[in-house]
């Protein structure tokens, strides 16, 4: 094989490739659209903007697709369309997952736009069709403690402050403790900082028995 504009002569399996381009276009990995060619079902509506119109058709199309829409251009108005599409083409629920007090906004939003839509904070509060829209809070995922870990040995030292302003049940202090920081967090949520204060105590009550040469 030679650089430049010269024929490179690559054997990929059985079939022979006679260029780099064409060697490098058998490595690209093809998305198979999912989608069942919605809308088909009443139309879109006339809420939406065009770009918006588009991104939500293109997503349909897809299956399987993200809209990474910035800031003020409209994603939960065009989450509520693509999810009304998805309840009526199938007759299924759909279940949107909304960060804390977010829930509240998006069924309000979706009366706006007139579909339906409600919240649950149990199982047995989902909608049997249409939309439900939950905290993630209930939808529990917790990070693995050695990739905080990782970041922690990464950047910082012995004795420095590791902050988190969203500390949840207090993997990172735990881990800060462990590894000999120290460590400030904020939770707003109760039952998450009660149980953050028990798993700091835990990692600090290990940390001060390793000091007598107890194993950690």
Not at 41 to 62: E, N, S, Y
Not at 72 to 94: H, N, S
Not at 106 to 118: F, H, K, M, Q, Y
Request: charged share 20%; with cysteine.
């Amino acid at each position: 094989m030679r650089a430049g504009d010269e024929v490179w002569d690559v054997r990929e399996g059985e079939r022979q490739v006679s260029s780099y381009e064409e060697f490098l276009s058998t490595k690209l990995a093809h998305h198979v659209s999912t989608g069942t060619g919605m809308p088909t079902v009443g139309g879109l509506g006339d809420h939406l903007f065009p770009f918006q119109r588009d991104l939500v058709t293109w997503a349909l199309k897809r299956g399987r697709s993200a809209i990474f829409a910035a800031t003020g251009l409209g994603k939960t108005r065009m989450q509520l369309v693509w999810a009304d599409q998805i309840a009526r083409y199938t007759g299924k629920p759909v279940l949107i997952l909304a960060p804390l007090a977010v829930a509240q906004q998006t069924v309000n939003e979706a009366r706006s736009l007139g579909i339906d839509a409600c919240v649950a904070r149990e199982a047995f509060g989902v909608a049997p069709l249409g939309i439900t829209v939950t905290n993630y809070e209930r939808h529990i995922c917790p990070l693995q403690l050695q990739v905080i870990e990782r970041c922690v040995e990464l950047w910082s030292r012995k004795d420095d402050v590791v902050w988190s302003p969203f500390m949840g049940i207090g993997s990172e202090g735990y881990v800060a403790l462990r590894n000999g920081r120290r460590f400030v967090g904020a939770e707003l949520k109760t039952s998450y900082y009660e149980q953050a204060v028990r798993n700091l105590h835990e990692a600090a009550t290990v940390k001060q028995a390793s000091l007598f040469g107890e194993a950690v």
